[in-house]
Antibody, heavy 120, light 107 residues
Framework: EVQLVESGGVLVQPGGSLRLSCETS????????MTWVRQAPGKGLQWVSY????????YQADSVKGRFTISRDNNRNSLFLQMSSLRVEDTAIYYC?????????????WGNGTTVTVSS | DIQMTQSPSFVSASVGDRVTITCRAS??????LAWYQQKPGKAPSLLIY???SLQSGVPSRFSGSGSGTDFTLTISSLQPEDFATYYC?????????FGPGTKVDIK
């Protein structure tokens, strides 16, 4: 069974740092493109960052550029999001998802999300 | 960046109704368009990819159409489990962008 399980979301103060993890199983992680998407309370979906299987190509939303870093460990089948200089507006549920290039880059598998709250 | 708009933002419908949601891209995206369903408290799930291809396991009452800038998601006969919020998303270029969502509610 294909599974994505996020963790690491907590309450953090503005300006703080956090590392989210996404543990995967049931598919060829090392050759899969992955992404992070977030959803602020009561709001819509916002794409955050993307990484290819080798980790050598990365894209990020302007709103997180210079503050968030996506990475992966293919030996551990895990995806990460290192978040720094956190702002109140980064408060959201963070989802990891698999990007399926064979299906026009659609996000075909999603985790259940992990909640990040940035507040003093 | 490519902007995505959806209409309507809210639909009130009854079981058995035909529901159509429209998504428009600010520039041409070929068929790099996906539709997602999200139920309250749950993660989104993929319904349609490549504008009109049904994701495995998704009921055939869901269908998608369009290319370029204008796209449509149709639910042919609304079922109780279809009450949710629906998002379109373009994957033609980075940054990926989502539409603002359409909430389908019970009349």
């Amino acid at each position: 069974e294909v599974q994505l399980v996020e963790s690491g979301g907590v309450l953090v103060q503005p300006g703080g740092s956090l590392r989210l993890s996404c543990e995967t199983s049931g598919f060829a992680f090392s050759t899969s493109e992955m992404t992070w998407v977030r959803q602020a309370p009561g709001k819509g979906l916002q794409w955050v960052s993307y990484i290819i299987g080798s980790g050598t190509v990365i894209y990020q939303a302007d709103s997180v550029k210079g503050r968030f870093t996506i990475s992966r460990d293919n030996n551990r089948n895990s995806l990460f999001l290192q978040m720094s200089s956190l702002r109140v507006e980064d408060t959201a549920i963070y989802y990891c998802a698999r990007v399926n290039r064979g299906q026009h880059l659609s996000m075909d598998v999603w985790g259940n999300g992990t909640t990040v709250t940035v507040s003093s | 960046d490519i902007q995505m708009t959806q209409s309507p933002s809210f639909v009130s419908a009854s079981v058995g109704d035909r529901v159509t949601i429209t998504c428009r891209a600010s520039q041409g995206i070929d068929r790099f368009l996906a539709w997602y369903q999200q139920k309250p408290g749950k993660a989104p799930s993929l319904l349609i990819y490549a504008a009109s291809s049904l994701q495995s396991g998704v009921p055939s009452r869901f269908s998608g159409s369009g290319s370029g800038t204008d796209f449509t998601l149709t639910i042919s006969s609304l079922q109780p489990e279809d009450f949710a919020t629906y998002y379109c998303q373009q994957a033609k270029s980075f940054p990926f962008t989502f539409g603002p969502g359409t909430k389908v509610d019970i009349k």
